[in-house]
């Protein structure tokens, strides 16, 4: 299938694919005149202005801590929650536990908005408007959809007979899985994790209604309600947005093949 | 084994636990709440049930048909365009060549990089004075400068092109999935038949990835009928409405308002159109893909 024009196709998807971002890069590392400047100055000055300012007066490094730690904790959670309820979908087969599955995956279709007000009121009623259990939570029941198919999808895969080998030296069942499926599963639990960091650690539309308080507010929050009127920070807004992107993109580079394979695995069983 | 079904509950009643507060019962709530009339943060006030009129205002209301219309028009023009160039990207990245690793992790970037810093950067390069979009188009002539996220039709299209840049991948990689399944076999014997790669590609290529491409659309639609950060940062549904999507309709109207029965109507209204949108894509794919499970 491979012609002459292959190359300029892999080089058309590639530039498409970063130019556009990396020129927001660029933006971050520019001086305050090379912004507006036309014609576009592509080399920046490499000025480390606006990333001191984003830091310093738009508190960078407090949104950066709010998503690390609202993030991190929704994996965490997550993936301990699921692997549970992957291990009970794979290893018991009950009529049930198969409309269980297909209960998760209606879920995951619900559009945000037909949960937005309900919840908000749920976690108001609670008082856990403005926390990081309030956000959080919500984000462990919106990412337990995804987390599930994805570790019953690897869980199928574990051959049986390792867990009744298990059973027969004595250990229970929750010790045979934390003891003899789970180190065999990790590089399932690892893929469904980055999925769910990655959901999480982007999500915007539960942040917004959930987190008023700028002092929670994780980094999507805090960039797309950026300060400024009639001339926006453009240099803040580039660096902030560059430092809330560096993680994913090394996640990306490392674990392109996880990813991949995760994403297929939850959307071609479903 | 005994008390299999006992040990079953017992595993997943803490992810149930979760879904049944955050998820389904919100759910049915909304449901309920779309037949009240209720402000949202001034509970006190008392709900009061007015049957269907909240969907009446939804059905009389010029800006809800409006957004309705919009949504749809989105939905129409993206996802097709998505799916395509998602075929296409998947064909390149399903080929060996050397760095396609690489290539494959670049084409993830715009899939990963946060909808909001998305929005942020693709606003950048619409500015009206110093945007790349305007220097692509006119050059030095500053005095031609277009305003896109400020006029009625360009907005729109400008939501549709940073949409499209950053779903792409996504439709791709489901897409690739599909290819990677078609065993090299068939291809061998289509050259020993001496068929050429536009045949090849007809007759083998596109009818085994049809369920992944069908499966591209649907997650698709369903995800661009909820299109909101996009809208929400690069133009606050303006200007003159022109892209006040349905979730960003229903988000004014239950938090900015505060009618959480007006804007619970407008959820379900979104429910309704991801479910029809569902069953007509799982009626072409047809039960298979779903037996998988």
């Given at each position: 299938m491979k012609s ?6 892999i080089?058309?998807?590639g530039?498409l694919?970063l ?7 660029l933006?971050s590392?520019k001086?305050?005149?090379?912004i507006?400047a036309?014609?576009p100055q592509?080399i920046?000055?490499?000025?480390g202005d606006?990333?001191r ?13 709010n998503s690390?730690i609202?993030a ?13 309820a992957?291990?009970?979908?794979t290893?018991f087969?009950f ?6 599955l297909m209960l998760?995956l ?7 908005i ?9 976690l108001?009623h609670?008082?856990?408007l403005?926390?990081y259990?309030?956000i959080?939570?919500a984000?462990i029941?919106l990412s ?6 994805i ?6 895969e574990?051959p049986y007979e ?6 027969i030296?004595g250990?229970?069942?929750l010790?045979?899985?934390r003891?003899?499926v789970?180190p065999?599963?990790?590089p ?5 994790a980055?999925?769910?960091f990655?959901h999480a650690w982007n999500?915007?539309f539960f942040a917004?209604?959930?987190l ?6 994780t980094?999507?929050v ?6 400024g009127?009639?001339?926006m920070?453009?240099g803040?807004?580039a ?5 809330a992107?560096?993680p994913?993109?090394v996640l990306t580079l ?8 995760g994403l ?7 | 084994m005994?008390n299999s ?7 997943l009643?803490?992810?149930f ?6 998820s389904?019962?919100?759910?049915f709530?909304?449901?309920r709440?779309?037949?009240?009339r ?5 509970p006190?006030?008392g ?6 009129e ?5 059905l009389?209301?010029p ?11 989105f939905?129409a023009?993206?996802?097709?365009l998505?799916?395509?160039?998602g ?8 080929e ?5 690793g ?5 084409v993830?970037?715009?899939?990963a990089i946060?909808?909001t810093?998305a929005s942020?950067?693709?606003?950048f ?10 220097y692509f188009?006119?050059?030095?002539r500053t ?7 400020a006029?009625?039709q360009l907005a729109?299209?400008?939501i549709m092109?940073a ?5 792409t991948p996504?439709?791709?990689l489901i897409?690739?999935a ?7 076999e068939?291809?061998e014997a289509?050259?020993?038949?001496g068929?050429?790669g ?5 007759r ?9 491409i069908?499966?591209?659309f649907?997650f698709?639609?369903?995800d661009a009928l ?5 809208v929400?940062v690069?133009t ?9 999507v349905?979730?960003?309709y229903g988000y004014k109207k239950s938090?900015a ?6 804007g619970s109507?407008v959820?379900?209204l979104?429910?309704?159109?991801s479910l029809l ?5 799982i009626r072409?794919?047809g039960a298979?893909v779903?037996r998988a499970?």
């Open positions: 002459y024009f292959f190359p300029l196709w080089v058309a998807i530039a694919s130019i556009p971002f990396l020129w927001f890069v933006t590392v001086g305050a005149a090379q507006t036309i014609p592509i920046p000055a490499f000025h606006f990333y300012s984003a830091v310093n007066e738009y508190g960078l490094f407090r949104y950066l801590a690390v609202v991190g904790s929704t994996t965490l959670i997550s993936i301990a929650i699921g692997a549970l992957a291990y009970a979908l290893r087969r009529s049930w536990t198969r409309f269980y998760l209606a879920i995951s279709m619900f559009p945000q037909s949960i937005a007000g309900p919840v908000w009121r749920i108001s609670l008082g856990w403005n926390t259990h309030g959080t939570a984000y029941s337990l959809p995804l987390a599930i198919w570790l019953t999808t690897f869980f199928r574990l390792i867990e009744e080998a298990a059973w030296d250990c229970s069942r010790q045979a899985l003891k003899v789970l065999l599963a990790a399932g639990l690892f893929t469904a980055i999925l769910v990655i999500e915007f917004l209604i959930i008023t308080n700028s002092d929670l507010q980094l999507p805090g960039i797309a309600l950026f300060p009127e009639y001339t920070p453009w803040e807004i660096a902030a947005s560059t430092m992107t560096l994913l993109v490392l674990f392109q093949r996880r990813i991949i394979r297929s695995a939850g959307a071609v069983k479903g | 005994k079904g006992r040990a079953a509950v017992l595993f009643f803490p992810s636990l979760f879904v049944a507060i955050f389904l019962a919100p759910i709530e909304s449901f709440l779309s037949f009240y209720m402000i949202l943060t001034l006190w006030l709900q009061k049930f007015v049957g269907w909240n969907y009446l205002d939804l009389t209301d800006v809800a048909r409006h957004s309705v219309a919009t949504t749809l028009i939905v023009v993206t996802v097709p998505e799916v395509l160039l075929l296409a990207v998947a064909l390149v990245i399903n060996p060549f050397r760095g396609r690489l290539l494959r992790a670049v993830l970037v715009p899939w946060p909808s810093v942020q950067m693709w606003r390069i619409f500015n009206d004075r110093y945007g790349l979009f305007n188009l006119f050059g030095d005095e031609l400068y277009l305003a896109p996220l006029d009625p729109i299209a400008a092109v949409d499209v840049w950053k779903t996504f439709a791709a897409i690739l599909g290819l990677q399944a078609v065993p090299d068939l291809y289509a050259s020993v038949d068929a050429g536009w045949q090849k590609f007809r083998i290529t596109l009818p085994m990835v049809k369920p992944a069908l499966l591209a649907l698709r639609t369903i909820r299109v909101f950060d996009l929400f690069m606050q549904g303006g200007p003159a409405d022109s892209t006040n349905l979730q960003f938090f308002e505060g009618m959480i029965g007006a109507a959820s379900v979104v429910f309704f159109l949108f569902s069953l007509l894509y072409i794919l298979r779903l499970g």
